[in-house]
């Protein structure tokens, strides 16, 4: 299982390690998770590309500059379309947030409530493009959660964004049951409901929010004996 592991010279839960969490959550679509990660930190640990994690450099560079700082270490997957979402967000951080994710949170008054309706806001979905998708958002206010230690209220009421690994690890553990066809957002607010069940009625003392699940569902159908399941 993956672990979060910080880059060397940066402090967990530092607006270093905020900004980082926020860019590398941004790209994550059609990845490799652990690959992604590792390019990450060996991208931050270079001095020669450490600037891509600062957005008040990074919007001072040529688009070139950055297409070649993240091909470096692989970090970026889909070279000109990562790069854009990278200038982007740097963008958005550095004129409206004062280049710290941090803001985005205060800005939603540390409530989840708040910062889960906002990744609908057409304007904060233009500045913030990717992380604001209906597995990437919660994904992110996950790991400023639990691993940058961010202080936010009613992270319980963030539904578990589902995906197949999701669904299939839900349905074949028997979680749910029952005869279904067609693709599994059909049956996405059935697994959601759930879990929001599960969570609300306490069922294992260190149980606290839908979001924990996230990664042990994924895992399990990833590579578990759950694997072989079929959906769309």
């Known amino acids: 299982m993956l672990r979060y592991n910080v880059p060397q010279g940066m402090r967990r839960g530092?607006?270093?390690h905020r900004l980082f969490l926020t860019l590398m959550c941004a790209i994550n679509y059609q990845r490799d998770i652990n690959q992604l990660w590792k390019a990450g930190i060996?991208?931050?640990?270079?001095?020669?590309?450490?600037?891509?994690f600062f957005?008040?450099?990074?919007?001072?560079?040529?688009f070139k500059d950055i297409i070649n700082a993240m091909k470096v270490y692989k970090l970026s997957k889909k070279t000109i379309k990562d790069a854009k979402i990278?200038?982007?967000?740097c963008s958005s951080l550095s004129k409206f947030y004062e280049s710290d994710p941090l803001n985005v949170i205060k800005s939603a008054d540390y409530d989840a409530i708040k910062l889960y309706r906002l990744k609908s806001d057409p304007k904060f979905k233009k500045r913030f493009p990717y992380l604001t998708g209906g597995k990437?958002?919660?994904?992110w206010i996950k790991l400023l959660y639990e691993e940058a230690k961010v202080n936010i209220k009613n992270?319980?009421?963030i539904p578990l964004p589902v995906d197949v690994h999701v669904a299939r690890a839900t349905i074949i553990s028997g979680m749910i049951y029952g005869k279904f066809e067609?693709?599994?957002?059909?049956?996405k607010p059935l697994i959601q409901d759930f879990w929001k069940h599960v969570f609300k009625?306490?069922?294992h003392s260190n149980l606290f929010y839908p979001l924990q699940m996230d990664n042990p569902l994924w895992y399990l159908s990833r590579y578990g004996s759950v694997s072989y399941t079929h959906l769309t």
């Open 136 to 139: 990437i958002y919660p994904y």
């Open 42 to 52: 060996k991208t931050y640990e270079d001095l020669g590309t450490n600037w891509l």
């Open 201 to 203: 009625e306490k069922f």
């Open 55 to 62: 957005p008040n450099i990074v919007i001072k560079k040529d």
């Open 14 to 16: 530092s607006i270093e």
């Open 182 to 187: 067609g693709n599994l957002y059909l049956i």
């Open 86 to 89: 990278w200038y982007t967000i």
């Open 155 to 157: 992270i319980e009421t």
